[in-house]
């Protein structure tokens, strides 16, 4: 009973319930997950893109989803740090002074153009809290962000279906 237990509170458990969650939900469970993974939730939207183009989605509709939950991720980071007071962020983030000295010299120096880099994981979404804490202007963060975060999937995308065409001519 007791191992019964664990693996049903385990990972195990979760991975199966993720797996069912994205085969019933398709396109909405990939804009689902993207939305987790543009915030501060750890999850590998890369792999799920991949396994869905496997599983025979469309793969422009997939990218697109992908794009458009990750963007939403992403908005929902800089808003919290734009409606957050940064003291406050920091003191939750555990970020040291030196280091939001030096994210807020970087962010100075070339502003808004740093939402571009926002797909990359765990820097991604500082980088978009601490363009709302400096208040960086809204609509060209999420213009730019948006630009990085379809150029990412979209290279994700073809990169699997180039792939998956060599693995299928041999």
């Known amino acids: 009973t007791c191992i019964v237990l664990v693996y049903c509170c385990g990972i195990g458990y979760m991975a199966e319930l993720i797996i069912e969650f994205l085969k019933d939900y398709g396109y909405l469970g990939m804009g689902v997950m993207a939305f987790l993974a543009g915030t501060v939730v750890p999850i590998a ?3 799920l893109l991949v396994f869905f ?8 509709s997939l990218t697109l989803c992908a794009t458009l939950g990750n963007v939403i991720g992403g908005i929902t980071c800089f808003m919290f740090g734009y409606l957050a007071k940064k003291e406050r962020v920091q003191s939750f983030f555990r970020i040291p002074d030196k280091r939001m000295k030096r994210a807020d010299r970087l962010i100075a120096k070339y502003g808004y153009w740093t939402a571009f880099f926002s797909f990359v994981p765990a820097i991604g979404e500082v980088v978009l809290i601490v363009l709302g804490i400096m208040r960086a202007s809204r609509v060209k963060v999420f213009v730019v962000m948006s630009i990085g975060k379809l150029l990412r999937y979209s290279l994700i995308t073809a990169s699997a279906l180039g792939v998956a065409g060599l693995l299928a001519s041999v």
């Open 45 to 47: 939207s890369e792999v």
């Open 53 to 60: 183009l496997g599983a025979g989605l469309n793969a422009v």
